[in-house]
Nanobody, 124 residues
Framework: QVQLVESGGGLVQAGGSLRLSCAASGRSISITTLAWFRQAPGKAREFVAATSWSNVNTNYADSVKGRFTISRDNAKNTVYLQMNSLKLEDTALYYC?????????????????WGQGTSVTVSS
């Protein structure tokens, strides 16, 4: 079984930065690919970023390219999301997700394990 625990959310002003963390426990093979998704109030959950085991294969949503950076520390079984130049529209509940296969896919259905989420609120 895999457990994912997110942290680092909070309230930040537009233009500011936050770093989210997701600590994973369980079989390493089950967390070959780690990703971040988000769900804004009243909207469907959407893909943010993903990275496979080596940090070489990464994928970003167009809306966050150039502002967000995903990275992972395999020794700590932790994935991070550095969020810079935050905008009001980045306000959402951010979820960590994991899958046992290679491929930094953006499809929610490809991920087997999910965290409970950490809230990010960007204010003007």
């Amino acid at each position: 079984q895999v457990q994912l625990v997110e942290s680092g959310g909070g309230l930040v002003q537009a233009g500011g930065s936050l770093r989210l963390s997701c600590a994973a426990s369980g079989r390493s093979i089950s967390i070959t690919t780690l990703a971040w998704f988000r769900q804004a109030p009243g909207k469907a959950r959407e893909f943010v970023a993903a990275t496979s085991w080596s940090n070489v294969n990464t994928n970003y949503a167009d809306s966050v390219k150039g502002r967000f950076t995903i990275s992972r520390d395999n020794a700590k079984n932790t994935v991070y999301l550095q969020m810079n130049s935050l905008k009001l529209e980045d306000t959402a509940l951010y979820y960590c997700a994991a899958r046992p296969s290679l491929g930094a896919t953006a499809f929610e259905s490809d991920y087997n394990y999910w965290g409970q989420g950490t809230s990010v609120t960007v204010s003007s």
